[in-house]
């Protein structure tokens, strides 16, 4: 049974450290994205890569936000230094988009890395 | 800009009754329209996409439909296992996946 995995699922940390979440995407999946989940927002998108390029970064702070996929099983996403505004759950979503529809096809998503910025 | 509003914001049910969630969009040229299952502590489970209004899709107990405004989930006969948060999410000109903020449903025995 393929499935997105996230690792931590859980991240306490101080305010001003780095942060770093790791996800690795459905095996022969083209496109990752990453989501960020709160009480008050909801689900956002921040950033999605295709192919492991880059294609909307536009939802990220991009200040303090990074988002990389090094190689085709792992994306990471990054936050330095982190605030306490941070805290919420991470979600990385895979899924096998064809051209011209980059957004409208299924997307599977993992379990979650919750943060919490003290 | 894109908007996404579900309602009702939470549902209560008892085991065997019938209800719809609603979800009600605004978008620059509809590309797709989804239905996710959320479980607590879980990421969201994709149930269905709708592309265009009169679309119909079924699974089990669910059943969504869409118009070109809005767009309904059906459960019918719910049993406590479908209790779960059913968030709806748009695909509009600017090729992003937009959230509604989400219906938590509660069926009890």
């Known amino acids: 049974d393929a499935r997105v995995t996230q690792t931590p699922r859980h991240k306490v940390t101080e305010m001003g450290q780095e942060v770093t979440m790791r996800c690795q995407p459905i095996?022969?999946?083209?496109?990752v994205f990453w989501y960020r989940q709160t009480m008050m927002q909801g689900l956002e998108l921040l950033a999605y890569?295709?192919?492991?390029?880059?294609?909307?970064d536009s939802g990220m702070p991009k200040d303090r936000f990074s988002a990389e996929m090094p190689d085709a099983t792992l994306a990471t996403l990054k936050i330095q230094p982190s605030e306490p505004r941070d805290s919420a759950v991470y979600f990385c979503?895979?899924?096998?988009?064809?051209?011209?529809?980059?957004?409208?096809?299924?997307?599977?998503f993992g379990p979650g890395t919750r943060l919490t910025v003290l | 800009e894109d908007q996404v509003t579900q309602s009702p914001e939470a549902l209560r049910l008892q085991e065997g009754e019938s209800s719809s969630l609603n979800c009600s969009y605004t978008?620059?040229?509809?590309?797709?329209l989804f239905w996710y299952r959320q479980d607590p502590g879980k990421g969201p489970e994709f149930l269905f996409t709708?592309?265009?209004a009169g679309e119909e899709k079924e699974k089990e107990r669910l059943k969504a439909t869409l118009t070109k405004k809005e767009s309904f989930l059906h459960i019918t006969a719910p049993k406590p296992e479908d209790s779960a948060t059913y968030l709806c999410?748009?695909?509009?000109?600017?090729?992003?996946?937009?959230f509604g903020a989400g219906t938590r449903l509660a069926v009890h025995p």
């Open positions: 999410a748009v695909v509009g000109g600017y090729n992003k996946l937009i």
């Open positions: 095996l022969g999946h083209n496109t």
């Open positions: 709708l592309y265009s």
């Open positions: 979503a895979s899924g096998l988009i064809g051209d011209g529809r980059v957004v409208t096809d299924t997307q599977y």
């Open positions: 890569f295709r192919n492991r390029a880059p294609l909307d």
């Open positions: 978008v620059s040229g509809l590309r797709g």
